[in-house]
């Protein structure tokens, strides 16, 4: 599940590591910044800039971007449920655990590439790679 980088050996590493740990906090800075609604573009431009350079940032910027269009869907088909009176409730169920899902899984996530780890996110739509 988890692959580890070879870790220590340049400051170019150290440097992929920092810019994989943002790369993971990204989805929440721009879910804030956003209120939501455009937390895949900071790990899209991670992703675009750092595609063909560190596989470490590359992979990060791709599970955050993936997982991030994941909860977007899993939203609307909340918003979907919330139109019935009957499955309103579960609507809000289902948005607070996209809501601490999209705190508490980039968390774990950023502290994994500190440790130069490959993150797999869960339950994720593989869209980008």
Same mark, same amino acid.
């Given at each position: 599940?988890?692959?580890?980088?070879?870790?220590? +050996?340049?400051?170019? +590493?150290?440097?992929?590591?920092?810019?994989?740990?943002?790369?993971?906090?990204? #989805?929440?800075?721009?879910?804030? #910044?956003?209120?939501?609604?455009?937390?895949?573009?900071?790990?899209?431009?991670?992703?675009?800039?750092?595609?063909?350079?560190?596989?470490?940032?590359?992979?990060?910027?791709?599970?955050?971007?993936?997982?991030? $269009?994941?909860?977007?869907?899993?939203?609307?088909?909340?918003?979907?449920?919330?139109?019935? $009176?009957?499955?309103?409730?579960?609507?809000?169920?289902?948005?607070?655990?996209?809501?601490?899902?999209?705190? $508490?899984?980039?968390?774990?996530?950023?502290?994994?590439?500190?440790?130069? +780890?490959?993150?797999?996110?869960?339950?994720?739509?593989?869209?980008?790679?």
């Amino acid at each position: 599940m988890n692959e580890t980088y070879a870790p220590h +050996q340049t400051s170019h +590493q150290s440097t992929d590591r920092t810019w994989a740990i943002l790369c993971h906090l990204s #989805l929440i800075i721009s879910a804030v #910044l956003s209120l939501g609604m455009l937390a895949f573009v900071g790990p899209l431009i991670f992703w675009f800039i750092y595609k063909d350079k560190s596989d470490l940032v590359r992979n990060a910027a791709a599970g955050s971007f993936n997982f991030a $269009v994941t909860l977007a869907l899993a939203s609307m088909v909340a918003s979907i449920l919330a139109f019935t $009176v009957i499955l309103l409730p579960a609507a809000w169920i289902i948005w607070a655990v996209i809501y601490i899902v999209s705190i $508490v899984i980039p968390i774990i996530a950023a502290m994994a590439a500190s440790r130069y +780890q490959k993150y797999r996110y869960p339950l994720t739509l593989p869209l980008l790679r």
